[in-house]
C-alpha cells in the first residue's frame, strides 16, 4: 500500500470556523491532489500540486486554499467552513507510472 | 474537457453470475483510464488501467476491462461475482498535464445470494 495518511479521520466543527486537513506521504511522490467525495458526485478534484510551493485549482476549489511546503505534505484548508462542505476529503498521490493515483483513507468532515 | 459517464447508479447481481460495468468517456486524444473500488467506509483502490496496447487489460480480484475507441467506453467485466465484490465502482479518465484524473459518478454493486 502506498504511504499515505491522513488527519484527522473525523472532525465536526461549527459554520465559520476555519479548518486545516493534513495529507502525509512516504513516497517521495511529486504529484498529490485533494478530492471530496459526495452521494451522487462520485470525486471531485478540489486543488493539486505538482511540486513544492506549486499549486493549481481543480473543479471545485471554490471555498478551498492548499499548500505545499514540503513534498511529503499537503495540507488543505477551508478558511470558513459551511455546511455545503460537509464532505468526505480524500487526499491522493500519484504512483510510479504517471496518472495512476493512490488514495488515502480518506477525512469524513461534518459543519453544523 | 474531459468527462466520464457511468449509465447505472446501482445494480444488483446474484452471487456465481457474471457482471459488466459500463463506463463511456470524452477524451480528445488517447486517453487513460481507470478502475477504482471503494468498499463501504473505505479509500479507493486501484483495479486495472489502461494505458496502451492491448485493449483488454487485466486488473486485480478477477477483474478485467476492455477499451473500445469506437464506442468511446472502457468496460469492467467479472465472469463470477463474489459477494465480497459488493462495493462502489468508479471509472476514471486521465487529463494530460498534470496527472489529474476526471471521476464518473460511480456504480454502486449489490451481491444478492
Known amino acids: 500500500d502506498a504511504g499515505i495518511t491522513q488527519s484527522p479521520r473525523h472532525k465536526v466543527t461549527e459554520t465559520g470556523t476555519p479548518v486545516t486537513l493534513r495529507c502525509h506521504q512516504t513516497?517521495?511522490?511529486?504529484?498529490m491532489y485533494w478530492y471530496r467525495q459526495d452521494p451522487g458526485h462520485g470525486l471531485r478534484l478540489i486543488h493539486y500540486?505538482?511540486?513544492?510551493?506549486?499549486?493549481d485549482k481543480g473543479e471545485v476549489s471554490d471555498g478551498y486554499s492548499v499548500s505545499r511546503s514540503k513534498t511529503e505534505d499537503f495540507l488543505l484548508t477551508l478558511e470558513s467552513a459551511t455546511s455545503s462542505q460537509t464532505s468526505v476529503y480524500f487526499c491522493?498521490?500519484?504512483?510510479?507510472?504517471?496518472?495512476?493515483?493512490?488514495f488515502g483513507p480518506g477525512t469524513r468532515l461534518t459543519v453544523t | 474537457a474531459q468527462s466520464v459517464t457511468q449509465p447505472d447508479i446501482h445494480i444488483t447481481v446474484s452471487e456465481g453470475a457474471s457482471l459488466e460495468l459500463r463506463c463511456n468517456y470524452s477524451?480528445?486524444?488517447?486517453?487513460?483510464l481507470f478502475w477504482y473500488v471503494q468498499s463501504p467506509g473505505q479509500g479507493l483502490q486501484l483495479l486495472l488501467k489502461?494505458?496502451?496496447?492491448?485493449?483488454l487489460v487485466q486488473g486485480i480480484k478477477g477483474f478485467e476491462a476492455e477499451f473500445k475507441r469506437s464506442q468511446s467506453s472502457f468496460n469492467l467485466r467479472k465472469p463470477s461475482v463474489h459477494w465480497s465484490d459488493a462495493a462502489e465502482y468508479f471509472c476514471?479518465?486521465?487529463?494530460?498535464?498534470?496527472?489529474?484524473?476526471?471521476f464518473g459518478k460511480g456504480t454502486m454493486l449489490l451481491v444478492s445470494p
Open positions: 491522493a498521490i500519484t504512483g510510479q507510472e504517471d496518472y495512476e493515483q493512490y
Open positions: 513516497e517521495n511522490h511529486r504529484y
Open positions: 500540486s505538482y511540486g513544492v510551493k506549486d499549486t
Open positions: 477524451y480528445g486524444a488517447t486517453p487513460y
Open positions: 489502461y494505458f496502451s496496447g492491448d485493449t
Open positions: 476514471a479518465v486521465g487529463s494530460s498535464g498534470y496527472s489529474t484524473l476526471t
